[in-house]
């Protein structure tokens, strides 16, 4: 009578029975080569015998077994190539496997190819979510959802490295059409956007800000632009206070950042300047005076705060301060200096005792 081996299955706590070894004829001679491979205790020559069998039986049932080994020892000791192509062969006969694909990306991740990153992300994310949304066993779906998480993670570190900011726009479109739940969307959202602005993509900067100002407003870039861009449509007076006020609010307590105070500065002036606007001129003296100091060293615009400083002052019939702000103004070139000048001369005209 014939005798036949049984060999344990073998496979992850996390994804279980991804590859088992059933009951093999010992007689047959693949039976002999992996009952070898199976009782040799060198590390390197049990790989070597594992690449013997994957070499002599690619199609066999068992092989997609050996191969798992095989890349979990190349992940561990080898070459990030040696481990690619046994995933590559094991993906091959079983293409809905989420280890093998996470193995691969890692792989992947050390050899920095954003292709190869690329492509087993996508394949990664697939197979785990499909296995997250197919499988009964609470542990297995959970852990299928933290590599799904990590395929997503892969991409925005991938982005986040690059100094193109076309490639970091095409990785950024690519997770939110791949994964639009991910975690990672808002980070990446940052991300793209300042591509978008390196890249001279204004219009697609601004809308991005707009959608993600919509759920997060963590990023005070996004909402100085969207304030900026309705301050000069008339647009929505309400964000414009509400997103100016947020970057305030967001930036003060980083003192150690050296370009906070002028960000600052600018939101000031865009949250004075759209009380000017709405015709709510003590609110707008306060916002544009905390903005002065803020943007003196911006030429271009305190030449600006100080004409619409003193626009606000003449309004609310503080005449003197007036006369000083469109004074101060007057005395910078700019293409307020001339108006300044004139409004100057006038207070000067019409009032009495004004220095």
Request: hydrophobic content about 45%.
């Amino acid at each position: 009578m014939r005798t036949f081996l049984l060999l344990i299955a073998f496979s992850l706590a996390a994804f279980a029975q991804r590859h088992k070894l059933n009951e093999i004829d010992s007689e047959k001679p693949e039976a002999k080569l992996l009952q070898q491979c199976m009782q040799e205790n060198d590390a390197v020559k049990k790989a070597a015998l594992m690449e013997q069998f994957v070499g002599q039986y690619p199609m066999l049932e068992q092989t997609a077994w050996v191969l798992e080994q095989l890349q979990s020892y190349y992940a561990k000791a080898g070459p990030p190539d040696e481990a690619l192509a046994a995933g590559d062969k094991l993906l091959a006969l079983d293409p809905g496997d989420p280890e093998a694909a996470l193995q691969n990306l890692k792989a992947a991740e050390a050899k920095k190819d954003l292709a190869l990153v690329r492509k087993y992300s996508d394949i990664t994310s697939e197979n785990a979510r499909k296995v997250a949304a197919s499988s009964q066993v609470k542990e297995e779906v959970d852990y299928a959802k933290q590599v799904a998480q990590y395929a997503d993670y892969a991409l925005f570190r991938a982005a986040a490295e690059q100094t193109d900011p076309k490639i970091t726009v095409e990785l950024g479109e690519r997770l939110a059409a791949r994964s639009p739940d991910s975690e990672y969307l808002p980070k990446m959202a940052n991300l793209v956007f300042l591509a978008y602005r390196q890249s001279g993509a204004n219009d697609k900067a601004l809308a991005l800000a707009e959608k993600t100002l919509a759920t997060d407003q963590s990023n005070p870039d996004m909402l100085l632009i969207v304030a900026n861009s309705y301050l000069e449509q008339k647009k929505d007076p309400a964000k414009v206070h509400a997103y100016t006020a947020k970057v305030v609010e967001i930036l003060t307590p980083k003192t150690d950042d050296k370009t906070a105070p002028m960000v600052i500065g600018v939101a000031h002036y865009i949250n004075g300047k759209q009380y000017i606007n709405d015709n709510q001129f003590a609110p707008a003296d306060q916002e544009l005076r905390k903005a002065l100091p803020l943007v003196e060293a911006n030429a271009a615009l305190k030449p600006e705060v100080l004409f619409l400083l003193g626009l606000a002052n003449f309004k609310m019939e503080k005449i003197q301060d007036a006369a000083d702000y469109f004074r101060a103004c007057a005395a910078v070139k700019s293409g307020f200096q001339a108006e300044a000048t004139k409004d100057l001369a006038r207070i000067k005209r019409d009032y009495q005792g004004i220095k």
